[in-house]
């Protein structure tokens, strides 16, 4: 995407936020420490180069989204180079601020490995994927390392609890993950296997009870795949 495309995308969103950036407001480094979940502070830095190629990645791949704004809520929830994906073909329920790098694994996963999984596992493509968010302020759960930030509060983790068959089924992660029936467990350790290959992180109901109504992706460097 052009400078001049995020930049106006920014400011729309800015101004929504009734924080609109003007000339040479906050980066990054200027922020003194804040208390978590502060109301957030637009940054007015460039996306880096990095971020502009993983847009530039997503246009070629015919997935639309609208860049957001860098902002920061303090106690180091933050988020940078993130958007919102509009449409890439498979609708998804609840997905709203997410790094680029997440958002393109993830159309990646949804396309090439949930998509087709349904189809030749379950006679049937997913049609829609629903899932529990992506950004929230906040310390992992249900572990014992107390007091280490979420994956989800740098908008880097995305939480998948259905999908949507062609045919109607929905089969979700709190019902059907011990499910009997041998196709829908295969479906699910399908789906697992190939988010597995693609993402940092993979928590299911078998990591812990928290986990018992989602699967949790990431692109952080924990290299969980349970
Ligand atoms: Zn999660």
Redesign the pocket.
Known sequence: MRWGTWARTGAAIGIALSLAACGSGPTRTDLPTRPRNSPPIVLTQPPSRATQACYADLLQQSVRYSALPDRDYGGGCLLTGTLQLIDYGVPTTNLRAMACPLARTFVAWVRYGVVPSGREILGSPVVRVESMGTYACRNTVGTRTINRLSE?AVGN?V?VSAFVLEDGRRITIERDWRNPDPAVQDFLQTVRRSACKRFGTVLSPDYNAAHYNHL?LDLGRGGLCR
Do not use: P
């Open positions: 989800h983790a939480d949790h």
